[in-house]
């Protein structure tokens, strides 16, 4: 069972809608403007780095925004910072309520929060945070244990192979988030590397998560090993499917232990092929239901109600203070796990289940309509 800290439930409390501002200034059924929504902005930073900010956070978030009478305006930097820039300018100027962002590095972050502040819109800092920022609430997962469930899944399907040549492609250097899930890796892996009973051949960070930029440095350093590794640590799961194509090309795919995070619906396909060894899965409708509940709070003026959900903290040691959070657990997904995910409907068998898989699906208690 995963743990939870910082939120209570995965289940939207509906808040009423409450009338804003006074009668005058309400409207009239002559200017047909009557209880005119408070709003909420919400930038996601990408659509390339994986697939669920545009089919989970987005619909996620807006349902949970018109259930409780908010109006969400959520758009996608599509990883421009200038972009990322200008929709914010454009919120604040909207004048939102609330600001959810989601930033592509810790100085654009910064600078939108900066903005934010002297307009006096309450930021949250959603699944990463801008170090030295000034962001009033940050929502995630405890990206380090994530990083620790990453070594523990990877040592598993390892075995016992001393001396084993391990290569780690990490996430973005931009971004905190990688930056806690490498050292939740190394809690696991440095004394291992230390002590010579695993040979660490290369970290490689990959900027943006680019999968693509990913595919072509895990060759690089493929090749200079002399075409030799033993797992890979792959940061998340747009990562590791670029290192299953190379695996693939040099017909390795399989015979590698390699990681990842997310539960993507190809990394799941993978993982039942034997090709990835493992993921994480972070569900992301506790994330932005949790999110959605902040904003919500904080949009009705309800800043106590705000804190008490936030009851978590994370030390920004850039600002030197500490951001209130709810940071939320995860779990390490492995083939005979998959079918959890199909039992909770994370994942439909139609989906997951198609071609070669149909067979595996059968043999790993996935019942197949």
């Known amino acids: 069972m995963r743990k939870t800290a910082g939120a209570t439930s995965c289940c939207l409390v509906v808040l009423s809608l409450?009338?804003?501002?006074?009668?005058?200034e309400v409207g009239t059924a002559a200017s047909g403007r009557i209880?005119?929504?408070?709003?909420?902005?919400?930038?996601?930073?990408d659509k390339t780095s994986s697939d669920r900010w545009e089919t989970q956070d987005?619909?996620?978030?807006?349902?949970?925004?018109?259930?409780?009478?908010i109006e969400p305006i959520i758009e996608n930097a599509n990883g421009d910072e200038d972009k990322f820039a200008s929709l914010a300018d454009d919120m604040i100027k909207r004048g939102v309520k609330v600001l959810i962002i989601t930033p592509l590095t810790a100085q654009g972050g910064i600078d939108v929060e900066r903005k934010a502040q002297a307009a006096k819109i309450p930021v949250i800092d959603y699944d990463r945070i801008s170090l030295g920022?000034?962001?009033?609430?940050?929502?995630?997962?405890d990206n380090a244990n994530v990083g620790e469930l990453q070594a523990e899944g990877m040592l598993s399907c390892l075995g016992q192979k001393p001396g084993a040549q391990i290569v780690e492609m990490q996430g973005a250097p931009t971004d905190n988030n990688a930056t806690l899930v490498a050292e939740g890796q190394h809690r696991k892996l440095a004394s291992k590397y230390d002590s010579g009973e695993l040979k660490?051949?290369?970290?490689?960070?990959?900027?943006?998560?680019?999968?693509v930029l990913g595919k072509k440095l895990f060759e690089q350093i493929l090749s200079g090993n002399g075409g030799k590794?033993?797992?890979?640590?792959?940061?998340?799961?747009?990562?590791?499917?670029?290192?299953?194509?190379?695996?693939k090309e040099k017909n390795l795919a399989g015979t590698i232990p390699v990681t990842g995070q997310d539960a993507t619906l190809a990394s799941l396909q993978a993982i039942l092929r034997g090709e990835q060894c493992m993921t994480v899965y972070?569900?992301?409708r506790d994330e932005a239901e949790a999110a959605a509940r902040l904003a919500i709070a904080l949009a009705k003026d309800d800043v106590d109600g705000a804190d008490d959900l936030a009851t978590g903290n994370l030390k920004d040691?850039?600002?030197?203070?500490?951001?209130?959070?709810?940071?939320?657990?995860?779990?390490?997904?492995t083939k005979p796990t998959v079918s959890r995910l199909v039992a909770e409907s994370v994942v439909r068998p139609a989906e997951l289940c198609v071609d070669d898989l149909v067979a595996i699906c059968r043999q790993n208690d996935i019942v197949v309509n």
């Open 282 to 284: 972070k569900p992301i």
């Open 58 to 69: 987005r619909p996620l978030m807006a349902q949970a925004f018109g259930f409780a009478g």
């Open 133 to 141: 920022g000034s962001a009033d609430y940050y929502v995630s997962f």
């Open 229 to 247: 590794v033993d797992a890979v640590v792959a940061a998340n799961d747009g990562l590791a499917g670029a290192v299953i194509e190379v695996l």
């Open 200 to 211: 660490l051949v290369k970290t490689q960070a990959v900027d943006q998560w680019d999968p």
């Open 317 to 333: 040691p850039v600002a030197k203070r500490d951001v209130k959070s709810i940071l939320l657990g995860a779990d390490l997904i």
């Open 35 to 45: 209880n005119a929504k408070p709003t909420v902005g919400v930038i996601l930073p």
């Open 18 to 24: 409450a009338a804003c501002g006074s009668p005058a």
